[in-house]
């Protein structure tokens, strides 16, 4: 059978799988020197096809001790293990010793040419591991780079979120003392409007939307007519621990109101105020002034309501219009 020709050109894989087809798989019918080794060789061809690419190795280099006149062939098939890619203990450098060792120590033999051409093929193989190798090394500290990069972006931008909520903060702050510098004198409410508006020497300092009694229109003339008062009054204390979040009394009913009420012959009612949202509400209570809702009381948000209370002193004139 005519030896096998190996490309120099071809892939390595492609070198190994055709050597191990041509050679590994011909079975020992080339190499009948002697009957036992041809049996050693069948054992160590058993093995590889196995995976046991250890105990392989070791059927051959018993054959290079015991069968000298087949040692090339041995030696050929060690070098193809060695380098074999499935092989996790592949050793191109063991790879290489086999087939320089055959060449030296064979050189009429058969398997000279193309353990030649092996030599050429693994040291191409290993310059692309070599490359491999460079390459991930390369790419994985790109990607620690990148991983660096990303946490140093991750924490500029916590950075940056605290840095604008103190400056909203400050601005905040700056305000309130702005606010506090010019002493809100009067409470505005146009119920017509929806607006109240704090007022420092008949200048508007701020304005706000707001929700009314569920009745709203006219004046409060009795209890439970969900009515919003209209008249003049004062801020005459305040709830820190309000149904709705916090509260400023509005001092209804005024003598206009009970003199009113006793010609009507009912009861005023009272607990008028201005107040946040109802405690526990899990919405936006930015949309609190879309309906009027309130049992006669005069509703901002939240924020709003503390904004108003830090800024308004009890004894502040309320004057609610229609």
């Known amino acids: 059978m005519r030896k096998p020709e190996i490309s120099p050109f071809g892939s390595f894989k492609t070198t190994i799988c055709f050597l191990i087809a041509s050679i590994l798989l011909s079975g020992c019918g080339h190499f009948s020197d002697r009957w036992q080794a041809k049996t050693i060789f069948a054992e160590a061809n058993d093995l590889f096809y196995q995976e046991n690419y250890a105990a392989s190795l070791g059927k051959h280099s018993e054959i290079i001790e015991n069968y000298p006149s087949v040692s090339d062939r041995a030696l050929f098939e060690m070098g193809i293990i060695h380098a074999y890619p499935k092989n996790g203990q592949k050793d191109y450098q063991k790879s290489l010793e086999c087939f320089q060792k055959l060449i030296s120590d064979y050189p009429e033999s058969k398997y000279r040419h193309d353990s030649e051409m092996m030599i050429f093929s693994i040291r191409n193989s290993a310059l692309k591991d070599q490359s491999i190798t460079a390459q991930r090394t390369q790419i994985e500290t790109l990607q620690n780079e990148i991983q660096g990069k990303e946490n140093e972006i991750e924490a500029l931008q916590k950075m940056v979120e605290t840095l604008k909520k103190n400056i909203e903060t400050t601005k905040q702050k700056l305000t309130d003392y702005a606010l506090r510098k010019r002493s809100v004198d009067r409470i505005l409410i146009e119920k017509s409007k929806r607006q109240l508006t704090l007022i420092s020497k008949d200048e508007v300092i701020k304005s706000y939307k707001i929700a009314l009694g569920g009745n709203p229109t006219g004046p409060k003339e009795q209890?439970?007519?969900?009515?919003?008062?209209?008249?003049?009054?004062?801020?005459?204390?305040?709830?820190?621990?309000?149904?709705?979040?916090l509260s400023l009394r509005i001092s209804y009913p005024n003598e206009k109101d009970r003199k009113y009420a006793r010609e009507l012959g009912v009861s005023t009612g009272g607990d008028i105020m201005i107040h946040g949202t109802k405690?526990?509400?899990?919405?936006?209570?930015?949309?609190?002034?879309?309906?009027?809702?309130?049992?006669?009381?005069?509703?901002?948000?939240?924020?709003?309501i503390e904004e108003i209370a830090r800024l308004v002193p009890d004894g502040t004139i309320v004057e609610i219009r229609p």
């Open 223 to 245: 209890q439970g007519n969900n009515k919003t008062p209209e008249g003049i009054y004062i801020i005459e204390g305040r709830n820190l621990n309000s149904r709705y979040h």
């Open 279 to 304: 405690r526990g509400f899990s919405g936006d209570d930015s949309s609190h002034s879309l309906v009027d809702w309130t049992e006669g009381c005069v509703a901002v948000t939240n924020d709003e």
